[in-house]
Nanobody, 123 residues
Framework: VQLQASGGGLVQAGGSLRLSCAASGGTFSRYVMGWFRQAPGKEREFVAAINRSGGRTVYADSVKGRFTISRQNAKNTVYLQMGSLKPEDTAVYYC?????????????????WGQGTQVTVSS
């Protein structure tokens, strides 16, 4: 499975961005999808994940209520709608995929990774 993330950019604090991750090379609906991020000098951290049907989502406490993960299986795409952005949300955001039904929140459990898209939130 190949993953291509897009949609990053520079935004002011309080603003919004929508990230997209397009998948190819596999049956998208069979994969659990996740978003992670890594800020400079910090370890990669879990942001959000969604099950195969889109009926179950999981969020990191730091983004709960501000970010929404969703997917369109017909378009082989997962999204991350980010709102009320803060400077501490600045990071490279990565999408990831894992085959199966479990919805992991640790990066080690994901099999495939996209190349990342930079999100910068100015204060």
């Amino acid at each position: 499975v190949q993953l291509q993330a897009s949609g990053g950019g520079l935004v002011q604090a309080g603003g919004s961005l929508r990230l997209s991750c397009a998948a190819s090379g596999g049956t998208f609906s069979r994969y659990v999808m996740g978003w992670f991020r890594q800020a400079p000098g910090k370890e990669r951290e879990f942001v959000a994940a969604i099950n195969r049907s889109g009926g179950r989502t999981v969020y990191a406490d730091s983004v709960k209520g501000r970010f929404t993960i969703s997917r369109q299986n017909a378009k082989n795409t997962v999204y991350l709608q980010m709102g009320s952005l803060k400077p501490e949300d600045t990071a490279v955001y990565y999408c990831a995929a894992v085959f199966g039904v479990v919805v992991p929140t640790t990066g080690e459990e994901y099999q495939y990774w996209g190349q990342g898209t930079q999100v910068t939130v100015s204060s």
